[in-house]
């Protein structure tokens, strides 16, 4: 198998996944990486990197702050009223999101959680959640494959409790919201280590089996 891009990830939790197999793969994002292998690591724009003809496999994780289902209180601050400005950062991170859908790869996984209906992005092939990979959270997150296999659940938990927080603006009206386990963005964008993992196992098999 050729070299494997994982793009817009700055933990690099899906590169070392690939590393620890023996799979040449780098992280690609704006930001310096936290992972702590710099030398793996392109800072730059992803969608550059994965038009650059030097991949075989790309894993990739576009903003999704404007798409996601999650904004939808900042997409409608009022009743049936669309927020334009939000509206207008949403199509801009759909096209983003569409450049790497079609970028010249042959395998391709695109990762990003439940969007808004609004937004329009194209039908997604697999909805997986962490307690389906060892992890006793929930957050559900949708997966965009080009030529890959849907991951199989490697160990699931049935005890599991909200990673994210839920309806925080509606708890001043009365309405249920959960606290999550988790508060900051970096925290709320990073893979889990199981996904990863399964990733690494399961698509770098099928690529070298392909």
């Not at 690939?18 to 992803?46: M, N, T």
């Not at 697999?126 to 199989?152: D, M, N, V």
């Not at 970096?186 to 690494?200: I, L, N, P, Q, Y």
Request: charged residues 20%.
């Amino acid at each position: 198998m050729g070299k494997v891009l994982i793009a817009c990830e700055e933990s690099q939790e899906v590169c070392k996944a690939f590393r620890s197999l023996g799979y040449e793969s780098y992280s690609c994002d704006v930001q310096d990486c936290s992972g702590g292998h710099p030398e793996w690591h392109i800072k730059g724009d992803a969608v550059e990197e994965a038009y650059s003809g030097d991949y075989s496999l790309m894993i990739a994780h576009p903003p999704c702050t404007y798409m996601s289902r999650a904004g939808a209180r900042w997409m409608y601050p009022k009743a049936g009223e669309l927020s334009q400005d939000r509206l207008e950062k949403g199509l801009e991170a759909k096209d983003f999101f569409l450049k790497l859908l079609k970028a010249p790869i042959k395998y391709k996984a695109i990762e990003n959680p439940t969007p808004l209906k609004v937004i329009g992005l194209p039908k997604f092939t697999q909805a997986i959640q962490p307690y389906q990979f060892g992890h006793p959270y929930s957050k559900r997150t949708l997966l965009w494959l080009i030529g890959l296999p849907e991951l199989t659940y490697t160990d699931i938990v049935s005890d599991y409790v909200p990673y994210l927080p839920s309806n925080t603006g509606g708890k001043s009206r009365g309405q249920k919201a959960t606290r999550g386990a988790v508060n900051t963005q970096k925290e709320f964008s990073t893979t889990f280590s199981g996904v990863a993992k399964a990733m690494a196992e399961q698509w770098g098999h099928f690529l070298n089996e392909s």
